[in-house]
Protein backbone atom coordinates (compact mmCIF):
# COMPACT_ATOMS: atom_id res chain seq x y z
CA UNK A 1 0.00 0.00 0.00
CA UNK A 2 1.65 3.08 -0.84
CA UNK A 3 1.45 6.25 1.44
CA UNK A 4 -0.94 8.89 -0.07
CA UNK A 5 -4.12 9.41 1.95
CA UNK A 6 -5.82 10.81 -1.02
CA UNK A 7 -6.79 7.84 -3.09
CA UNK A 8 -8.60 9.75 -5.48
CA UNK A 9 -7.64 13.30 -6.76
CA UNK A 10 -9.89 15.26 -9.44
CA UNK A 11 -10.22 18.92 -10.92
CA UNK A 12 -12.45 20.66 -12.66
CA UNK A 13 -13.09 16.97 -15.00
CA UNK A 14 -15.06 17.72 -17.47
CA UNK A 15 -16.37 15.21 -20.37
CA UNK A 16 -18.62 16.11 -23.53
CA UNK A 17 -19.91 13.44 -25.41
CA UNK A 18 -20.35 13.27 -29.34
CA UNK A 19 -23.37 15.62 -29.59
CA UNK A 20 -22.63 18.05 -27.29
CA UNK A 21 -23.86 15.85 -24.31
CA UNK A 22 -22.09 17.92 -21.23
CA UNK A 23 -21.95 15.14 -19.14
CA UNK A 24 -19.63 16.38 -16.42
CA UNK A 25 -18.75 19.45 -16.08
CA UNK A 26 -16.24 20.85 -13.68
CA UNK A 27 -16.24 17.99 -11.19
CA UNK A 28 -13.58 18.48 -8.44
CA UNK A 29 -13.15 16.07 -5.73
CA UNK A 30 -11.27 14.02 -3.62
CA UNK A 31 -11.61 10.43 -1.77
CA UNK A 32 -9.88 9.84 1.52
CA UNK A 33 -8.15 6.66 2.25
CA UNK A 34 -10.02 3.40 4.21
CA UNK A 35 -13.70 5.44 3.51
CA UNK A 36 -16.34 4.56 1.58
CA UNK A 37 -17.14 7.43 -0.91
CA UNK A 38 -20.46 7.62 -2.53
CA UNK A 39 -21.35 9.56 -5.66
CA UNK A 40 -25.39 10.14 -6.02
CA UNK A 41 -27.23 11.57 -8.52
CA UNK A 42 -30.32 10.90 -10.31
CA UNK A 43 -30.23 8.69 -13.52
CA UNK A 44 -27.88 11.19 -16.42
CA UNK A 45 -26.12 13.13 -13.50
CA UNK A 46 -22.99 11.88 -14.81
CA UNK A 47 -22.07 9.23 -12.23
CA UNK A 48 -21.22 5.93 -14.66
CA UNK A 49 -19.20 8.59 -16.47
CA UNK A 50 -17.08 9.77 -13.65
CA UNK A 51 -16.18 6.54 -12.41
CA UNK A 52 -15.39 5.42 -16.33
CA UNK A 53 -12.62 8.10 -16.27
CA UNK A 54 -11.63 6.99 -13.12
CA UNK A 55 -11.34 3.45 -14.41
CA UNK A 56 -9.42 4.53 -17.61
CA UNK A 57 -12.19 3.37 -19.36
CA UNK A 58 -13.18 6.41 -20.83
CA UNK A 59 -10.50 9.76 -21.57
CA UNK A 60 -12.37 13.01 -19.93
CA UNK A 61 -12.68 15.98 -22.20
CA UNK A 62 -10.69 18.34 -19.88
CA UNK A 63 -9.75 18.38 -16.20
CA UNK A 64 -7.28 15.98 -13.75
CA UNK A 65 -8.24 12.82 -12.22
CA UNK A 66 -5.44 10.76 -10.75
CA UNK A 67 -5.44 7.54 -8.35
CA UNK A 68 -2.70 7.54 -6.01
CA UNK A 69 -0.44 10.10 -7.66
CA UNK A 70 -1.05 8.42 -11.44
CA UNK A 71 -2.65 10.39 -13.79
CA UNK A 72 -5.62 8.01 -15.59
CA UNK A 73 -4.68 9.47 -18.81
CA UNK A 74 -0.76 9.56 -18.94
CA UNK A 75 -0.13 7.07 -16.56
CA UNK A 76 -3.13 4.29 -17.22
CA UNK A 77 -0.99 1.27 -16.44
CA UNK A 78 -0.30 2.15 -13.03
CA UNK A 79 -3.21 3.24 -12.31
CA UNK A 80 -4.90 0.02 -13.72
CA UNK A 81 -2.95 -2.19 -10.63
CA UNK A 82 -4.51 0.18 -8.17
CA UNK A 83 -7.61 -0.44 -9.01
CA UNK A 84 -10.39 -3.37 -9.30
CA UNK A 85 -13.59 -2.23 -10.97
CA UNK A 86 -17.23 -4.00 -10.66
CA UNK A 87 -19.25 -2.08 -13.62
CA UNK A 88 -22.97 -1.05 -13.67
CA UNK A 89 -25.03 -4.59 -14.60
CA UNK A 90 -22.38 -6.49 -14.96
CA UNK A 91 -22.58 -10.55 -14.68
CA UNK A 92 -20.02 -13.39 -13.76
CA UNK A 93 -19.13 -15.49 -16.91
CA UNK A 94 -22.16 -17.78 -16.81
CA UNK A 95 -20.32 -21.03 -17.49
CA UNK A 96 -17.84 -20.94 -15.06
CA UNK A 97 -18.56 -21.14 -11.06
CA UNK A 98 -17.81 -18.69 -8.52
CA UNK A 99 -13.89 -20.31 -8.11
CA UNK A 100 -13.50 -20.32 -11.34
CA UNK A 101 -14.52 -17.12 -12.19
CA UNK A 102 -12.48 -15.37 -9.14
CA UNK A 103 -9.17 -17.48 -10.47
CA UNK A 104 -9.34 -16.29 -13.57
CA UNK A 105 -10.12 -13.13 -13.07
CA UNK A 106 -6.80 -13.06 -10.50
CA UNK A 107 -4.97 -14.86 -13.23
CA UNK A 108 -5.54 -12.16 -15.68
CA UNK A 109 -4.64 -9.38 -13.40
CA UNK A 110 -1.38 -11.33 -13.64
CA UNK A 111 -1.07 -13.73 -10.25
CA UNK A 112 0.02 -17.25 -10.71
CA UNK A 113 -2.32 -19.80 -10.55
CA UNK A 114 -1.73 -21.16 -7.44
CA UNK A 115 -1.81 -17.58 -5.65
CA UNK A 116 -5.08 -16.85 -7.23
CA UNK A 117 -6.69 -20.16 -6.35
CA UNK A 118 -5.29 -19.36 -2.67
CA UNK A 119 -6.99 -16.10 -2.83
CA UNK A 120 -10.34 -17.29 -4.57
CA UNK A 121 -10.29 -19.39 -1.88
CA UNK A 122 -9.92 -16.83 0.98
CA UNK A 123 -12.69 -14.78 -0.79
CA UNK A 124 -15.54 -17.49 -0.89
CA UNK A 125 -15.30 -17.64 2.49
CA UNK A 126 -14.98 -14.19 3.67
CA UNK A 127 -18.02 -13.52 1.40
CA UNK A 128 -19.99 -16.41 2.43
CA UNK A 129 -20.01 -18.02 -0.61
CA UNK A 130 -18.78 -21.32 0.14
CA UNK A 131 -22.52 -23.02 -0.34
CA UNK A 132 -22.31 -21.76 -4.30
CA UNK A 133 -18.72 -21.99 -4.86
CA UNK A 134 -19.08 -25.19 -7.50
CA UNK A 135 -22.27 -23.66 -9.07
CA UNK A 136 -22.30 -22.19 -12.79
CA UNK A 137 -22.84 -18.65 -12.32
CA UNK A 138 -25.91 -18.56 -14.64
CA UNK A 139 -27.80 -20.73 -12.18
CA UNK A 140 -27.11 -18.27 -9.11
CA UNK A 141 -29.87 -15.64 -8.47
CA UNK A 142 -29.09 -11.78 -8.91
CA UNK A 143 -27.79 -11.05 -5.41
CA UNK A 144 -25.36 -14.22 -5.46
CA UNK A 145 -23.71 -13.42 -8.81
CA UNK A 146 -23.51 -9.29 -7.78
CA UNK A 147 -21.58 -11.22 -4.59
CA UNK A 148 -19.39 -13.41 -6.92
CA UNK A 149 -18.50 -10.07 -9.06
CA UNK A 150 -18.02 -7.98 -5.47
CA UNK A 151 -15.81 -11.16 -3.91
CA UNK A 152 -13.74 -10.90 -7.19
CA UNK A 153 -13.12 -7.23 -7.07
CA UNK A 154 -12.33 -7.53 -3.10
CA UNK A 155 -9.93 -10.72 -4.07
CA UNK A 156 -7.48 -8.66 -5.99
CA UNK A 157 -6.11 -6.67 -2.96
CA UNK A 158 -6.82 -3.19 -5.01
CA UNK A 159 -6.25 -0.03 -3.14
CA UNK A 160 -9.51 1.31 -4.61
CA UNK A 161 -12.45 -0.82 -5.50
CA UNK A 162 -15.01 0.68 -8.07
CA UNK A 163 -18.37 -0.71 -7.67
CA UNK A 164 -20.67 1.38 -10.23
CA UNK A 165 -24.54 0.92 -8.72
CA UNK A 166 -23.59 -2.75 -7.18
CA UNK A 167 -27.68 -3.21 -6.05
CA UNK A 168 -29.21 -1.52 -8.76
CA UNK A 169 -32.26 -4.50 -9.16
CA UNK A 170 -31.58 -6.27 -5.91
CA UNK A 171 -34.44 -7.31 -3.46
CA UNK A 172 -34.11 -5.32 -0.25
CA UNK A 173 -32.71 -8.54 1.50
CA UNK A 174 -29.70 -8.76 -0.73
CA UNK A 175 -28.97 -4.70 -0.89
CA UNK A 176 -28.64 -5.25 3.19
CA UNK A 177 -26.05 -8.36 2.34
CA UNK A 178 -24.37 -5.96 0.02
CA UNK A 179 -24.02 -3.19 1.90
CA UNK A 180 -23.18 -5.59 5.08
CA UNK A 181 -19.85 -7.24 2.88
CA UNK A 182 -18.70 -4.02 1.75
CA UNK A 183 -18.71 -2.05 5.21
CA UNK A 184 -16.78 -4.98 6.86
CA UNK A 185 -14.54 -5.51 3.29
CA UNK A 186 -13.18 -1.46 4.19
CA UNK A 187 -13.41 -1.98 8.02
CA UNK A 188 -10.77 -4.75 7.75
CA UNK A 189 -9.04 -3.71 4.82
CA UNK A 190 -8.69 -0.31 5.20
CA UNK A 191 -9.24 -0.36 1.60
CA UNK A 192 -11.05 2.42 -0.37
CA UNK A 193 -14.65 2.11 -2.24
CA UNK A 194 -16.18 4.83 -5.01
CA UNK A 195 -19.91 3.61 -5.22
CA UNK A 196 -21.91 5.11 -7.39
CA UNK A 197 -26.25 4.64 -6.48
CA UNK A 198 -29.02 6.61 -6.53
CA UNK A 199 -30.59 5.01 -3.75
CA UNK A 200 -30.47 7.97 -1.01
CA UNK A 201 -31.07 5.61 1.38
CA UNK A 202 -28.19 3.55 0.70
CA UNK A 203 -25.57 6.53 0.57
CA UNK A 204 -26.76 7.51 4.18
CA UNK A 205 -26.28 4.39 5.82
CA UNK A 206 -22.95 3.47 3.64
CA UNK A 207 -20.68 6.25 3.25
CA UNK A 208 -18.38 8.30 5.03
CA UNK A 209 -18.32 11.18 2.48
CA UNK A 210 -20.85 11.49 -0.54
CA UNK A 211 -21.41 14.11 -3.25
CA UNK A 212 -24.68 14.46 -5.07
CA UNK A 213 -24.11 15.27 -8.41
CA UNK A 214 -26.62 16.56 -10.89
CA UNK A 215 -26.13 17.21 -14.73
CA UNK A 216 -22.19 16.81 -14.62
CA UNK A 217 -22.15 19.29 -11.52
CA UNK A 218 -21.44 19.21 -7.73
CA UNK A 219 -23.98 20.28 -5.97
CA UNK A 220 -23.02 19.45 -2.13
CA UNK A 221 -20.24 17.20 -0.77
CA UNK A 222 -19.38 16.30 3.26
CA UNK A 223 -20.57 13.35 5.51
CA UNK A 224 -24.11 12.07 5.71
CA UNK A 225 -24.66 14.09 8.86
CA UNK A 226 -22.83 17.00 7.65
CA UNK A 227 -24.91 17.55 4.48
CA UNK A 228 -28.46 16.90 6.72
CA UNK A 229 -27.19 20.10 8.86
CA UNK A 230 -28.01 22.37 6.24
CA UNK A 231 -31.71 21.92 7.03
CA UNK A 232 -31.04 21.91 10.31
CA UNK A 233 -33.77 22.78 13.15
CA UNK A 234 -36.04 21.70 10.06
CA UNK A 235 -38.46 18.50 9.70
CA UNK A 236 -40.35 17.80 6.61
CA UNK A 237 -44.19 17.61 6.60
CA UNK A 238 -45.57 15.12 3.41
CA UNK A 239 -48.96 16.71 3.00
CA UNK A 240 -51.28 14.17 0.45
CA UNK A 241 -53.52 15.49 -2.05
CA UNK A 242 -53.35 19.46 -0.51
CA UNK A 243 -55.82 21.90 -2.17
CA UNK A 244 -54.90 25.58 -2.88
CA UNK A 245 -56.84 26.81 0.01
CA UNK A 246 -54.16 27.04 2.01
CA UNK A 247 -51.06 29.18 1.71
CA UNK A 248 -48.33 26.68 2.25
CA UNK A 249 -45.51 28.62 1.63
CA UNK A 250 -45.86 30.30 4.10
CA UNK A 251 -44.38 27.19 6.47
CA UNK A 252 -41.41 27.07 4.44
CA UNK A 253 -40.17 25.37 1.46
CA UNK A 254 -42.34 23.91 -0.74
CA UNK A 255 -41.78 21.01 -3.19
CA UNK A 256 -44.33 18.48 -4.88
CA UNK A 257 -43.62 15.16 -5.04
CA UNK A 258 -46.30 12.91 -7.10
CA UNK A 259 -50.25 13.69 -5.45
CA UNK A 260 -47.90 14.97 -2.30
CA UNK A 261 -46.22 17.69 -1.14
CA UNK A 262 -43.44 18.48 0.92
CA UNK A 263 -43.23 21.11 2.91
CA UNK A 264 -39.57 21.90 5.06
CA UNK A 265 -40.98 23.83 7.86
CA UNK A 266 -39.11 25.29 11.09
CA UNK A 267 -39.73 22.76 13.67
CA UNK A 268 -41.50 25.19 16.06
CA UNK A 269 -44.08 25.61 13.37
CA UNK A 270 -44.65 22.02 13.51
CA UNK A 271 -47.95 21.28 15.49
CA UNK A 272 -49.23 24.28 14.17
CA UNK A 273 -49.18 22.96 10.40
CA UNK A 274 -50.40 19.28 11.92
CA UNK A 275 -53.25 21.54 13.27
CA UNK A 276 -54.12 23.02 10.49
CA UNK A 277 -54.33 19.96 7.74
CA UNK A 278 -56.22 17.55 10.60
CA UNK A 279 -58.82 20.68 10.37
CA UNK A 280 -58.85 20.55 6.86
CA UNK A 281 -59.24 17.06 6.61
CA UNK A 282 -55.64 16.39 5.05
CA UNK A 283 -53.57 13.57 5.37
CA UNK A 284 -50.11 14.99 7.10
CA UNK A 285 -47.11 12.81 8.45
CA UNK A 286 -43.76 14.44 9.61
CA UNK A 287 -40.22 13.34 9.71
CA UNK A 288 -37.13 13.66 10.53
CA UNK A 289 -34.57 15.56 7.55
CA UNK A 290 -33.11 12.64 4.99
CA UNK A 291 -30.88 13.03 2.42
CA UNK A 292 -33.04 12.71 -0.04
CA UNK A 293 -34.73 16.36 1.15
CA UNK A 294 -31.33 17.93 1.29
CA UNK A 295 -31.39 16.85 -2.64
CA UNK A 296 -35.14 17.68 -3.13
CA UNK A 297 -34.30 21.59 -1.57
CA UNK A 298 -31.29 21.66 -3.24
CA UNK A 299 -32.31 20.53 -7.42
CA UNK A 300 -36.39 21.38 -6.39
CA UNK A 301 -36.98 18.12 -7.66
CA UNK A 302 -36.84 14.30 -6.85
CA UNK A 303 -34.35 11.84 -7.19
CA UNK A 304 -35.83 9.09 -9.72
CA UNK A 305 -38.09 12.02 -11.91
CA UNK A 306 -36.36 10.91 -14.94
CA UNK A 307 -38.43 14.30 -16.88
CA UNK A 308 -34.88 16.61 -17.24
CA UNK A 309 -32.76 13.07 -18.17
CA UNK A 310 -30.41 14.01 -21.37
P1 LIG B 1 -27.58 6.39 -14.47
O1 LIG B 1 -27.89 6.54 -13.01
O2 LIG B 1 -28.83 6.37 -15.30
O3 LIG B 1 -26.66 5.26 -14.78
P2 LIG B 1 -25.43 8.32 -14.62
O4 LIG B 1 -25.50 9.31 -13.51
O5 LIG B 1 -24.48 7.19 -14.45
O6 LIG B 1 -26.87 7.76 -14.95
P3 LIG B 1 -24.13 8.79 -17.17
O7 LIG B 1 -24.42 7.39 -17.64
O8 LIG B 1 -22.75 9.13 -16.83
O9 LIG B 1 -25.08 9.16 -15.94
O10 LIG B 1 -24.68 9.78 -18.28
C1 LIG B 1 -24.52 11.19 -18.18
C2 LIG B 1 -25.06 11.83 -19.45
O11 LIG B 1 -24.23 11.47 -20.55
C3 LIG B 1 -26.47 11.36 -19.83
O12 LIG B 1 -27.13 12.45 -20.40
C4 LIG B 1 -26.22 10.27 -20.87
O13 LIG B 1 -27.31 10.18 -21.75
C5 LIG B 1 -24.98 10.80 -21.57
N1 LIG B 1 -24.15 9.71 -22.10
C6 LIG B 1 -23.62 8.69 -21.41
N2 LIG B 1 -22.87 7.90 -22.20
C7 LIG B 1 -22.92 8.45 -23.44
C8 LIG B 1 -22.33 8.13 -24.70
N3 LIG B 1 -21.53 7.08 -24.85
N4 LIG B 1 -22.59 8.95 -25.76
C9 LIG B 1 -23.38 10.04 -25.60
N5 LIG B 1 -23.97 10.41 -24.45
C10 LIG B 1 -23.74 9.63 -23.38
Same mark, same amino acid.
Given at each position: MSDYTIVLDSSNLQKTYGGGIRALDGL !? #??IKRGTIFSLLGPNGAGKTTFVRIAATQLLPSCGTISILGHDVVRDA??? &????? @?? *??EAR *? %?? %??? *?FEHITTYLVARGLNFNDARKRANEAIQDLKLDSHRNIICANLSGGLRQRVLIAMAMSSDADLLILDEPTLGLDPLAR %????? #?? &???VTKS? &? !?? #??TTHYMDEAELLSDELAIIDRGKLMVRGTPSSIKSRLENRSVAVIKSPDDSIDFQSYGQVLKAGSSIRVFIDRRRVDELVSLCLKKNLEV?? &??ISLEDVFISEVGR @???DDSTTN
Open positions: !T #LQKNV &RKHIA @VV *PQ *P %LS %LQT *P %LEVWN #LV &RDYK &R !TI #LLSV &RQ @VID
